[in-house]
T-cell receptor, first 112, second 108 residues
């Protein structure tokens, strides 16, 4: 069974540019989460989808971040415009229930 | 404020030398505590979920326990392949809060 897949694995962009991260969850998982780890800090929650609906987006840093989940399948996280402090590793996770989450390998974003 | 603290930050053990990792938490309304293993360049790998004080779960050389204030991840007779960062997370309401992790290195 395929796991959670994230694209791209690495992205280097200039400040002010736009980047879109994609997450393909495990088939059949209604719950999808985005997390971020900034260097030296703990993994922090960004938002939670249940199917195509945003259950909790209280962890989103600001309105430069936009997450969508089309048809309850894959999800995208867009950062526009990117700032230096957005650099970090962005993880996506999915799960059949809230208490069991399977993580992707992450997208390492570097804003220069 | 909800908080998760893991200790030690890093731990080096000889192969076969058993030890424990600590995760202390202060949250309002704990609904679950999770342990993950993370290898370099990869996402966290789910290990255990604990729901109530006194609960224990085991998987190979790992055993997780839970009290009202902390959880321990006991590693018995570890092998070099157990080297990884071990993450603790708690579910408070609908949000999951992670600790910074413990980097474990097992020397052959």
């Amino acid at each position: 069974e395929a796991g959670v897949t994230q694209f791209p694995s690495h992205s280097v962009i200039e400040k002010g540019q736009t980047v879109t991260l994609r997450c393909d969850p495990i088939s059949g998982h209604d719950n999808l989460y985005w997390y971020r780890r900034v260097m030296g800090k703990e993994i922090k929650f960004l938002l939670h989808f249940v199917k195509e609906s945003k259950q909790d987006e209280s962890g989103m840093p600001n309105n430069r971040f936009l997450a969508e989940r089309t048809g309850g399948t894959y999800s995208t996280l867009k950062v526009q415009p990117a700032e230096l402090e957005d650099s970090g590793v962005y993880f996506c996770a999915s799960g059949p229930t809230f208490t069991e989450a399977f993580f992707g390998q992450g997208t390492r974003l570097t804003v220069v | 404020e909800d908080q998760v603290t893991q200790s030690p930050e890093a731990l080096r053990l000889q192969e076969g030398e058993s030890s424990s990792l600590n995760c202390s938490y202060t949250v309002s309304g704990l609904r679950g505590l999770f342990w993950y293993r993370q290898d370099p360049g990869k996402g966290p790998e789910f290990l255990f979920t604990l729901y109530s004080a006194g609960e224990e779960k085991e998987k190979e050389r790992l055993k997780a326990t839970l009290t009202k204030k902390e959880s321990f991840l006991h590693i018995t007779a570890p092998k070099p392949e157990d080297s990884a960062t071990y993450l603790c997370a708690v579910q408070a309401n609908l949000r999951i809060i992670f600790g910074k992790g413990t980097r474990l290195h097992i020397l052959p």
